[in-house]
């Protein structure tokens, strides 16, 4: 059994291991590998004109929805409703504003 030398590099085009990889501290590299193509499983790989955007929680949809779309320019975010922990934003400033 050959074990890593710290602060050492083995370079290969191929490393095999006859029973589990590890690497790090004691991380097993082919759980790691799972773990990371499960959680890019749920990215959009393709993005067309037709599909919402997901980012995180924020769902943008597509311009041609709308009947009147006007383009943000560089740098704006344009939206006709913004609703935040379920609360209409326009709502709530023309709340404040009658106060």
Do not use: H, W
């Not at 943000?72 to 609703?83: F, K, N, P, S």
């Amino acid at each position: 059994m050959f074990t890593g030398i710290i602060g050492t590099t083995i370079t290969a085009p191929t490393i095999k291991a006859s029973s589990t990889l590890l690497y790090g501290n004691n991380i097993n590299v082919a759980t790691k590998i799972s773990s990371i193509e499960t959680s890019s499983n749920g990215k959009q790989n393709v993005l067309t004109y037709d599909d919402d955007l997901v980012i995180n929680s924020i769902v943008v949809k597509p311009g041609f929805t709308k009947v009147n779309y006007t383009e943000a320019v560089d740098g704006e975010i344009r939206c006709d409703i913004l609703t935040v922990a379920d609360v209409n934003i326009s709502t709530l400033i023309a709340s404040k504003q009658n106060t």
